[in-house]
């Protein structure tokens, strides 16, 4: 068989979204104002840049050979892209629990959507926001409600002290404050 009638790759056709692993039987938890950047990133692909990327590709594609037309295959891929993320998404947000932090306001225990200050065993004060899967950033001092610590700080109360397993061995976390962002009123 001749060589152009084989189909080329470019090696990131991968159709098959890559989910963050969840612990078997585990929901997806995510704050009300994670949810509402998703939703709003999913319906902005689907109302306003996809349109315009299949305009752009239609255009291309009108002006004749589309095997040397940049526009085409760059308009081309980009479709690829936002098509991945909008199943991506979509799967996120059928499957995400929301679950409002501001409930537990005022608890000294640690839930999911708290605001932690813990002391490690070295005496340094870290702070960390509780977040889900996919709104946590680690730049911003978030981490998901999956990652060590976290689970390690889950239920415990202001005062107590809770052993994080890590490779170099076990270190003891003592909770300094717990904190809850603010019920929003209606």
């Known amino acids: 068989m001749s060589k152009a009638f084989t189909k080329e790759t470019d090696g990131d056709e991968d159709d098959e979204v890559s989910l963050p692993p969840l ?3 585990a929901k997806n938890y ?11 990133e999913l319906l902005d692909l689907i109302d306003n840049e996809r349109p315009k990327v299949v305009e752009a590709v239609h255009w291309a594609a009108s002006n004749g050979d589309r095997s040397e037309n940049g526009d085409y295959l760059y308009g081309k891929k980009r479709l690829r892209e936002i098509d991945r993320r909008i199943r991506f998404l979509t799967k996120r947000l059928e499957i ?3 679950v409002d932090p501001s409930l537990h306001a005022g608890s000294d225990q640690v839930f999911f959507g708290a605001t932690v200050t813990y002391c490690d065993d070295e005496g340094v004060d870290r702070t960390i926001t509780i977040m889900g899967i996919d709104e946590a950033d680690s730049h911003a001092g978030q ?3 999956i990652a060590p610590v976290a689970r390690a700080l889950l239920k415990a109360r202001v005062g107590d002290e809770v052993a994080l397993p890590t490779p170099a061995g076990t270190r003891m976390l003592e909770v300094r404050s717990v904190c809850y962002p603010d019920p929003v009123k209606s």
């Open 96 to 98: 995400a629990e929301v």
């Open 143 to 145: 981490v998901s409600w």
């Open 23 to 25: 612990a078997k039987g």
């Open 30 to 40: 995510i704050t009300p104002a994670g949810y509402a950047r998703l939703r709003a």
